[in-house]
T-cell receptor, first 113, second 118 residues
Framework: DQQVKQNSPSLSVQEGRISILNCDYT??????FLWYKKYPAEGPTFLIS?????DKNEDGRFTVFLNKSAKHLSLHIVPSQPGDSAVYFC????????????FGKGTKLSVKP | GAVVSQHPSRVICKSGTSVKIECRSLDFQATTMFWYRQFPKQSLMLMATSNEGSKATYEQGVEKDKFLINHASLTLSTLTVTSAHPEDSSFYIC??????????????FGSGTRLTVV
């Protein structure tokens, strides 16, 4: 059973508009959530994160929102740029000494000029 | 920033042979490294957690005798796929956790290895 779910395998957005990537989770013990960006044939790179004690974290064009009651988080990219085209993975962790990450399946974002 | 070097980036091997993949943290010490596998259109699946100087911890369903992990130093972990079969063909990614950073934020991923078994 998947603990982290990204139900949209792909998303297409026009340049300059907002991209919204969604992620749902089932494990109420998760206390950190992260978004990774991955280009083809490369490893994921860390993008932004949020602790469960917050409901919003912003970094430049990227904002992550967390709704704990709904077990839902979303990544907003505004304005979207063609260079943002990549696969975005949502990941969650229970923290602790191991800090293992549980990944969603990813959403492929295509930003069209 | 932190860099993890993973080699080789691509490898093609014959069925029955073994392949070794290396994961090195270049500018930090990593007491813990992780090995992931990604199938097409699937998520990154954690295979095992590698701890320096001790045995790796394998996730359920991962054959430890087939996927040998060695973490002999604070900067190097290796994954050896033994007696490779075509179904082992996949994209393998390692990540290393900077011992000096808070657990969740210290992940740095390698660039991955595309293994094709023919």
């Amino acid at each position: 059973d998947q603990q982290v779910k990204q139900n949209s395998p792909s998303l297409s957005v026009q340049e300059g508009r907002i991209s919204i990537l969604n992620c749902d989770y089932t494990n109420s013990m998760f206390d950190y959530f992260l978004w990774y960006k991955k280009y083809p044939a490369e490893g994921p790179t860390f993008l932004i994160s949020i602790s469960s004690i917050k409901d919003k974290n912003e970094d430049g064009r990227f904002t992550v929102f967390l709704n704990k009651s709904a077990k839902h988080l979303s990544l907003h990219i505004v304005p979207s740029q063609p260079g943002d085209s990549a696969v975005y993975f949502c990941a969650a962790s229970e923290g602790g000494s191991q800090g293992n990450l549980i990944f969603g399946k990813g959403t492929k974002l295509s930003v069209k000029p | 920033g932190a860099v993890v070097s993973q080699h080789p980036s691509r490898v093609i091997c014959k069925s029955g042979t073994s392949v070794k993949i290396e994961c090195r943290s270049l500018d930090f010490q990593a007491t813990t490294m992780f090995w992931y596998r990604q199938f097409p259109k699937q998520s990154l699946m954690l295979m095992a957690t590698s701890n320096e100087g001790s045995k790796a911890t394998y996730e359920q369903g991962v054959e430890k005798d087939k996927f040998l992990i060695n973490h002999a130093s604070l900067t190097l972990s290796t994954l050896t796929v033994t007696s490779a079969h075509p179904e082992d063909s996949s994209f393998y990614i390692c990540s290393a956790r900077d011992s000096g950073q808070e657990a969740v934020y210290g992940y740095t991923f390698g660039s991955g290895t595309r293994l094709t078994v023919v």
